[in-house]
């Protein structure tokens, strides 16, 4: 049944992108919400900051999820590891949509973004409280300690968020690259037997499919920092559980 609730869970985020985003671009166009596209010849402009609704519609997804199981199974699902990851998700991509309202006018300085980004993997911090080990490739397993909570899992979100929101440029890049790192999680994680996020990367996954509609070339919306933070910290915290 893993597979028949997460694809129930992403058909609701996927529906729910595709009804909210083009009233989210008539709405960015007529306030003035818009940037220009350099991907296309001439003065074009495209509607900014749409990609906090894939965001969002990913979270409700998540939520879908929960009560798929609590009501159907008769008990919760991994409450706090699911719960965990929807704070995260929408702390991170609150934070860039903040950073993409500031931007019309200068933004946030860099040093405001990492500090601000540090306070968004505290529910991992939490959940994650008492796990000191860490499996690295040619190294094998390292014991951290509390360093391991305290330290790893923020500089992991910290380091994941940044490093997605920089690789942003062309019409599609992000939502596409961030569609093959949740099938990538995905597929890694039914092979690992790790249902949840076996079904976590499924429902980002058709948010991001659904978000491509309208950010494929040419685009009719730019995804913003609210969706690369939230992508980036959400493939993170994917990692870490």
Do not use: H
């Amino acid at each position: 049944m893993a597979l028949v609730y997460a694809l129930a869970s992403g058909l609701i985020a996927f529906t729910l992108v595709l009804v909210i985003e083009p009233a989210w671009i008539r709405v960015a166009r007529a306030r003035g919400l818009v940037g220009q596209d350099m991907n296309k010849p001439g003065n074009v402009v495209v509607a900014e900051a749409g990609g906090i609704w894939a965001v969002v519609s990913a979270a409700f997804g998540l939520l879908a999820l929960e009560a798929l199981y609590t009501y159907l199974e008769g008990a919760p699902y991994q409450p706090a590891e699911l719960y965990a990851l929807v704070t995260l998700l929408l702390l991170a991509s609150l934070l860039g949509f903040t950073d993409d309202i500031l931007g019309w006018k200068r933004g946030l300085p860099r040093w405001q973004r990492v500090a601000f980004m540090a306070p968004v993997s505290l529910p991992l911090v939490v959940i994650k409280a008492g796990t000191s080990k860490l499996s690295l490739p040619l190294v094998g397993t390292v014991d951290l300690g509390i360093a391991y909570p305290l330290v790893a899992v923020p500089v992991g979100v910290l380091g994941a968020a940044n490093a997605f929101n920089m690789l942003a440029g062309y019409n599609g890049l992000e939502a596409g690259m961030g569609l093959l790192l949740m099938l990538f999680a995905a597929a890694y994680a039914a092979l690992k037997g790790l249902d949840l996020v076996f079904q976590a990367a499924l429902v980002m996954a058709a948010a991001l499919l659904g978000f491509l509609r309208y950010n494929w070339y040419p685009a009719r919306v730019f995804p913003g920092n609210a969706f690369t933070y939230g992508v980036g910290a959400y493939y993170a915290a994917l990692v870490i559980l």
